[in-house]
């Protein structure tokens, strides 16, 4: 019986397609998944070269671009909650900056 409602709305439910040619295309070798997927955050460079995200302070150690104080970077968080800086289509190195713990307390 319930084989007979399943074949019944299997095929009241199937829609035929408008052409036989798929438009879905296979994904480009330069292409990558967490890139695409990932959420992106825009936040400003201090004056330090810091970046504050989600109550951590980062900073960047890539020197090479000249001063980005005060310009604009996308934060790309991942799947895995990991973190990578982008200023434009450059991803920029970084490091946590760690508070010290107060020596009184």
């Not at 480009?28 to 989600?54: M, P, W």
Request: net charge positive; proline share 1%.
């Amino acid at each position: 019986m319930l084989s007979q409602d399943v074949r019944f709305l299997a095929g009241a439910l199937h829609v035929e397609a408008r052409e036989a040619v798929s438009r879905y295309r296979a994904l480009l070798a330069h292409e990558n998944l967490n890139e695409i997927f990932c959420i992106k955050y825009v936040r400003q460079i201090h004056s330090d070269h810091t970046v504050h995200f989600e109550n951590q302070k980062y900073k960047i150690t890539d020197r090479q671009y000249g001063s980005l104080k005060k310009k604009d970077l996308s934060v790309h968080v991942y799947a895995d909650n990991s973190i990578a800086l982008y200023y434009g289509h450059l991803k920029l190195e970084f490091e946590l900056v760690v508070k010290p713990k107060r020596r009184w307390a």
